[in-house]
Every structure is written in C-alpha cells, then in structure tokens.
C-alpha cells in the first residue's frame, strides 16, 4: 500500500512549532504524528478527519467544515494543512520550517491569484512600463532600481479602474506562483530573495525552465492523483480534448490556481472564480467558439463560449451530459481518445529554506 500524509526529517519531540500552530487553529485533536525508525516522523489525519474527504475528495472540505477560506487567513491555513496532511502520495520535508514556510507560500499563492487580474492575449507584449522593459532576446526583465515583488504586483494586480496588461494563462500562473516564493523568500532566505532580483534584472525564466528551477510535480499520467484531490495553491493544468480547438493559440488548456474551498482562480475575472463543473462546460465549448478570420488564422469568440456556458448551465440534461464526458482523466499529450479536461497530477514549489533549497544553484546553472 502506497504511503500518504506528508513525512519530516525530525524527531517527533522537536516539532514543537508545528504543535503551537496547530493548537492556535485549533486542529491538534486531528492530527496524528508517529515516529519512524529512520528519523522521520510521519504527519497524517485521523480516521475522523479523513471522513472528511471521502477517497481524497477535497472540494468540499470548507463547506463541510464551515471555513471562510477566501476571507479568512487562518480558515485558508486550516484547508491547507488539512488537505496536504491528506496527501493520497507521500510528501517528504526536510524540517518542519520547511513544512511551515511551504504552507505560507501556498497562502500567499491563493491571496495573489485571487487578486489577479489580466487581459487574455498570447502574442500582446505590455507591462508597466515604470519598471519592466522588453527584449525578444530577455523576456520581461526588471528596470534597474525596480523591486521584484512591488514590479510582479504592477503587473498582475491592477487597481480599481487600472490597467489589466495581457499575459496568456501560463505566464500568468508563472507570476502568481514567483510572486508568493519571493514574498516568502524575502521573510526567511533573503540570499533567495536577492538572487531571485538578480535573475529578473538580466533575464526572465520562463515555461520549461520556470517549471524545472522552481516547482515540484505530484502525480503522474501512469500513477494520477484522484480528480478531486486538491490542495490550496496548487497549479493546475484543465486539458482541451478537442482536437480543432486546441489549435487556437493560447486554447491548448488553461493554468488555473486551486483557490481553496472548491474554487480556481479567474485569471481574467478575478470576481468570478471557477468551480469544476464551470471549467469543464467553458473548455468543452471552446470548439464551437472557434472560428477562421479573414486572414484564415483560428480565434476564439469566447463571448459566445460564455453564453452557450451559460445555457448548458441551465439545461440539467446537457449539463450533466457534457460534464461527463469532459469530467475524465485527460490522455496523454498527443493523444486524443476518450480523456476528457482533467489533469493527473498537481503543481507547488519546490523547497526554499536554506540549506535544503536548490533554487540558487539551479539559477546559476541556467544557459540561454
């Protein structure tokens, strides 16, 4: 049997940190630690927190548990640890100061992503132009004198009547996600924090190597996690399995944020996030939104995606015909079977205390 929970190179007697926390959220009568002869010690629920989130079902915890996780910061805390500490795979930390600034971090992923807002386009090049400049060559960098967390704020949280700047969704989930490492860096491995400023002051890490220096993969196409298993802060990817669609630039799938309490994140109307139902039924749609224009490229009419949404929404019968079909196990890149939109494994960051984060080497060992 596959172990679960989530495990800590420390002795038992030395979680003490861990203990206080809990005790103030008032979650210590749900958790269990056990000592391993190795020197870990294992963090998971008890039988009646399990109960819970019935074979990994964590979309509805806060309902369940009458936690305002969108509001309340100890509320979001507690759907975290709750959830991780439910991990159906097995997560080793190296201290308990880890575990506690990785729970900080998923926090202030979920604050950021909800306070996101942007303008979808996948070819447009803008950001404030007070502190970001842009080359083909670097990508979005810093201008000299700019603060990285205050710039990547600029950028991705407008104002009340302020500029919404263009960014496809993947870049977008890469600036929610570096925001929340700095602002922790900054806290508690201010070398990170100033080398993270470096980076970003003489060239943007971006896609592939974003994912290979910063986040960690839970999951896979042959091992998936189960659908509904999701812990705030996670990255997620919702797959298109339409074969025409999926060809419109920027339309491949959407990168969302697990916002907590059974909701993603909106990157382009932040007021409106999704629930799953609400993903599956505006990717399915997608291909009837699609469309040549006169110079014969592929678009998206994505105000008629929204309210043919809309009207499956209020058709039961199409709703949960619809939701079947794209509520599947994606397939494999490439493939198009019968998979439908959701994904097998889940995105977070990787370690960030020192010694035990590699993120400054990784950096370092960047070509471009």
């Not at 924090?193 to 196409?221: C, N």
Request: aromatic share 10%; charged share 25%; hydrophobic share 40%.
């Amino acid at each position: 049997m596959m172990e679960t929970g989530v495990r800590i190179l420390e002795p038992a007697e030395s979680l003490l940190g861990l203990r206080m926390n809990w005790n103030r959220l008032g979650l210590t009568d749900f958790i269990d630690l056990q000592p391993m002869a190795d020197g870990f010690t294992r963090l998971s629920l008890t039988n009646e927190a399990r109960s819970w989130m019935p074979d990994f079902d964590t979309l509805n915890l806060a309902r369940q548990r009458g936690l305002d996780v969108h509001a309340n910061d100890d509320d979001m805390d507690r759907e975290i640890w709750l959830t991780l500490l439910h991990s159906p795979v097995q997560v080793t930390f190296p201290s308990a100061l880890e575990l506690m600034s990785s729970v900080r971090i998923r926090r202030n992923i979920t604050r950021n992503a909800a306070r996101t807002m942007l303008n979808f386009n996948t070819t447009a090049i803008e950001r404030p132009e007070d502190c970001w400049s842009y080359s083909e060559d670097t990508g979005f960098i810093l201008k000299p004198g700019s603060d990285l967390i205050e710039s990547l704020i600029k950028a991705s949280q407008p104002v009340p009547g302020g500029i919404a700047y263009s960014f496809s969704c993947y870049r977008a989930s890469e600036y929610v996600v570096l925001l929340a490492i700095a602002q922790e860096a900054r806290d508690v491995h201010p070398e990170l924090y100033a080398r993270l400023q470096k980076q970003w002051h003489t060239h943007a890490v971006a896609s592939r190597r974003f994912h290979d220096v910063f986040m960690e993969e839970l999951g896979t196409i042959e091992q998936p996690l189960p659908m509904h298993y999701y812990v705030p802060g996670d990255r997620v990817w919702f797959r298109n399995p339409d074969t025409v669609s999926d060809e419109v630039e920027g339309f491949e799938g959407s990168w969302v944020v697990y916002l907590g309490g059974g909701l993603f994140a909106n990157f382009w109307k932040r007021e409106r996030p999704f629930d799953v139902l609400g993903k599956c039924l505006e990717i399915y749609h997608w291909r009837h939104g699609t469309y040549r224009d006169a110079k014969g490229e592929l678009q998206m009419n994505e105000s008629l995606v929204e309210r043919l949404v809309a009207e499956t929404r209020a058709d039961p019968k199409a709703c949960t015909e619809i939701f079947e079909r794209m509520h599947r196990l994606r397939d494999p890149l490439d493939v198009y079977a019968e998979g439908g939109c959701m994904d097998a494994t889940r995105e977070y960051p990787k370690f960030i205390c020192p010694p035990h984060s590699d993120m400054i080497q990784a950096l370092d060992a960047l070509e471009w």
